[in-house]
């Protein structure tokens, strides 16, 4: 079920539960939503324990050191000793900016609407 053996980064995502199908890991290299050790990595590259994985999930990087190699799915609690994650904390709540959003197609704000959002923006 594990070795130190080289493993494709795809299959690997996958057994550690960082996606949900491996067809979901492969799109993600295709994307280029995958480095290792820096380098944009393919579904097929090998990774070996003690490769830095980065791998961007939902806007966010994910900075992940391959302790053991999976080829197959395993429970939460191993999968969790397989890797090493580095990820930096999300900043605060309250250091992200509110971004004002209006709905697509509304068209142009009124003049209230454009009053608000200038508010908001502290202007």
């Given at each position: 079920m594990s070795s130190d053996s080289p493993v494709r980064i795809d299959a690997w995502l996958?057994?550690?539960r960082q996606?949900?199908?491996r067809s979901a890991a492969t799109a993600a290299c295709r994307a280029g939503h995958v480095r290792v050790n820096g380098e944009r990595a393919k579904a097929a590259q090998s990774v070996r324990p003690g490769d830095e994985v980065r791998v961007r999930i939902d806007g966010f990087d994910?900075?992940?050191v391959?302790?053991?190699t999976?080829?197959?799915r395993v429970s939460a609690t191993i999968?969790?000793?397989a890797l090493e994650d580095r990820t930096p904390p999300p900043p605060p709540r309250e250091a992200t900016t509110i971004v004002p959003v209006r709905d697509r197609g509304a068209g142009r704000p009124t003049k209230r609407e454009r009053r608000d959002l200038e508010r908001l923006r502290g202007r």
């Open positions: 996958w057994a550690v996606f949900k199908t994910r900075m992940l391959v302790r053991r999976l080829v197959k999968a969790a000793t």
